[in-house]
């Protein structure tokens, strides 16, 4: 126990705080913290003054950019006459009532319904409980497995960790079980897995539109499609996780509906609110819900404490409001190819092996096999590069990602462009000094 007070006080750019950061290596982090203090529309400054283009949207989530007046005003009038209450048992508040029916209105989902949950992890593991006790309830309760793909990230709770495809991600086992890894775009193989495991067995399939955190891996044409098909036939559900896809990132609500597949749920978080406030929740086709819904006396006996907070479902009715008056839907799709122009104008860097774009308002940038080898940790010297000259990107893997708000024009992707441009200079010349 300290001594004296003296160790509360240090806490700004190095050392002295308490606040362990997640996905972080504490050892080097509390030597050198990046604190940000403000931020307004794609732009972010730190304690020092500093300005940088967010160009990652936070953490994929600020798709109507910082500092909206009108949703922190909806949140704080909210406050004001409703702080919080449950949403257990036969309990609700208006704003969850509303926001509800106005995501189950834009869903690509057959008569949906929507379970509210405090964030993106939270939602697969309602998914995932939702998948195996529905079966459970149509009498198939052999229908346990879960099927997720290579690279997959669903989040770090229970079930997401063991869905977990980037293998760095699977840590503090044993996981669930029943839990069963395919390979990222071959429905072919899909479909085998489901056969060799027997159809009678599988309950749910986890997948991306586009895979987020494992790299931005956009599907080959006709992949998802295939999927879903696969699925249709051994009666497997098809859930979607649109955590980072959902809310105009590919240009639409969900990200789904640009591969024209209707699932059986979507998992959905982050943009929801573009962080303003936590939610996330799940809707889930009317099919898949009618036997809680439509049989008395079966209780789904799960739920978060902050599920339906009011404050956070009037953050989500803002930012839906926004996006819906400033057309950023059809913004996002028209920037995803200033983006992809962009990227590709910087692929022939030496430390370049490709880029990844084109599909959706996010990129990443994949460095060479030979550059990783010389310089272990080079994603991370490459973000801390890109920062110092004015940008925020996203170091995953073997390369850097951006993901900008869906507020950013073609003079803040060219200024990120640059500042990526004069990063990997940097690098370079630092690693051939």
Known sequence: MPSSATGFAAGSSTGGSAFWHPFA?????????????????????DDQGRRYFDGTASLWFTNVGHGRGEIVTAVADQLSTLDAFQCFGDYVNEPALRLADMIADRAPVTDAKVFFTSGGGDSIDTAAKIAREYFAAVGQP????????????????????????IPANRLAGPFVDDVVKVPAFDAQALEDNIIELGAGRVAAFFCEPIIGAGGVLIPPAGYLEAAAAVCR??????????????????????????FEV??????????????????????????????????????????????????????????????????????????????????????????????RAGTGFLGAIELTTESLAATPGLPG????????????VRPLGSGIACSPPLTATAEHIDLLIDAIGRGLDDVRLSTSA
């Open 25 to 45: 290596d504490m050892y080097d982090v509390k030597k050198n913290r990046l604190t940000i203090t403000r931020a307004d529309d794609v732009w972010l400054w």
């Open 142 to 165: 052999d229908r346990t497995i879960l099927l997720h793909r290579e690279h997959s990230y669903h989040g770090t709770h229970g079930f997401g960790t063991a869905l977990a495809g």
């Open 233 to 258: 036939r051994h009666g497997v559900l098809f859930i979607a996780d649109a955590v980072i896809c959902g809310f105009g990132r590919l240009g639409n609500w969900f990200g789904i509906e640009r």
């Open 262 to 355: 209707r699932p059986d749920m979507i998992a959905f978080a982050k943009g929801v609110t573009s962080g303003y406030q936590p939610l996330g929740g799940v809707v889930v086709s009317g099919e898949i819900a009618a036997p809680f819904w439509d049989e008395p006396g079966r209780v789904f006996r799960h739920g978060q404490t902050y599920a339906g907070h009011p404050a956070a479902c009037v953050a989500g009715l803002a930012n839906i409001a926004i996006i819906e008056r400033e057309d950023l839907l059809t913004r996002s799709r028209e920037m995803e190819s200033v983006l992809a122009e962009g990227l590709t104008s910087i692929a022939d860097h030496p430390l370049v092996d490709h880029v």
């Open 381 to 392: 010297s490459l973000m801390q590069a890109v920062r110092d000259h004015g940008a925020i």
